[in-house]
């Protein structure tokens, strides 16, 4: 993918456009507000289908939010780190600052595969883990499970991540994690991610302030919409932002249910054979445990 529909994207001359999804807000005719750390409120501008556009001249590590009309703060759903925790400021992060070293790395079949499924926090630290690599290869295995390595609320709940594109900051920073990754594959190692869309909708998730179509009420709660465009581009981008700008080697999506959740997941298979197309092995998988 080329371009995400969610989340900053730096527009040149250190410029950032910010994007937000919010029906809600567009319906009521609620004005919603782009904040940058040391730059003070920037209006946004709608652009059609609930979108709202604003720009701002700021760059990599700058701190944002959007400030809803009844003056609540909210981070970006699509935050690539936070300062704080779920709550707090949103942070700038480019990818492209990461200067890969093992990047001739083409994954391996799954069936050739010996996984070590482990918790990132039972490590501390994206960097504890990665210097743990090469006593786990010594004991014959070749790939990796990472439970979700995700920003938790201040709870710590169980598979708790409202914003599912942001790492957890106590672990590192995104880079750190990219680090983790690539020091895997020079070692031979593939790294698996699992991703718990089911609990998405949890009480920390903003969301249902400004966008309450993502979700659905119906015998499992406030369950994902998967009927609607933007809710499937949303996971879709997720699911491609981690197979892409952290090269992880397959992912394993967890208990989505419904024809809606299904059709999803087959679209999601037909972009990842679309877009990793390097050779080399990139798997999806499906699980309920």
């Known amino acids: 993918m080329t371009a995400w529909q969610f989340g900053p994207q730096f527009s040149g001359g250190g410029s950032t456009r910010f994007r937000l999804w919010a029906p809600d807000a567009v319906a009521q005719g609620c004005p919603v507000r782009l904040e940058v750390l040391g730059l003070g409120p920037r209006p946004m501008h709608e652009c059609g289908n609930g ?7 700021c760059g990599p590590g700058s701190r944002y939010w959007f400030r809803l009309d009844d003056g609540i703060s909210v981070p970006d759903p699509a935050s690539r780190a936070q300062a704080v ?17 093992n990047s001739e790395w083409r994954g391996r079949p799954m069936e050739a595969a010996v996984i070590h499924e482990l918790d990132i926090g039972l490590h501390r630290s994206f960097a504890d883990l990665l210097n743990h690599l090469p006593t786990l290869v010594a004991r014959g295995y070749n790939a990796i499970g990472l439970k979700p390595p995700l920003q938790s609320s201040p709870a710590k709940k169980l598979r708790h991540a409202p914003l ?48 309450s179509p993502f979700f659905k009420r119906d015998e499992l709660g406030n369950s994902i919409n998967f009927q609607q465009p933007e809710v499937r ?24 249910e419904g024809a809606a ?11 990842v054979r679309a877009t990793c197309h390097n050779g080399g092995h990139v798997h999806l998988v499906c ?3």
């Not at 959740?261 to 972009?271: G, N, P, Q, V």
């Open 51 to 57: 979108w709202l556009e604003g720009e701002a001249p």
């Open 85 to 101: 925790d779920v709550h707090g400021a949103s942070i700038l992060c480019d990818a492209s600052e990461y200067a890969w070293r």
């Open 164 to 211: 599912p594109f942001a790492p957890e900051r106590s672990y590192g920073c995104p880079h750190h994690l990219r680090a983790l990754v690539d020091h895997a594959h020079g070692l031979g190692m593939m790294v698996l991610m699992d991703l718990v869309y089911d609990q998405f909708g949890c009480e920390d998730n903003h969301l249902f302030r400004y966008a």
């Open 233 to 256: 581009q949303f996971f879709t981008e997720n699911a491609m932002y981690w197979l892409t700008d952290f090269r992880i080697d397959g992912l394993r999506v967890h208990s989505l």
């Open 261 to 271: 959740a299904d059709c999803w997941i087959r679209e999601l298979a037909d972009t």
């Open 287 to 289: 699980g309920n445990a």
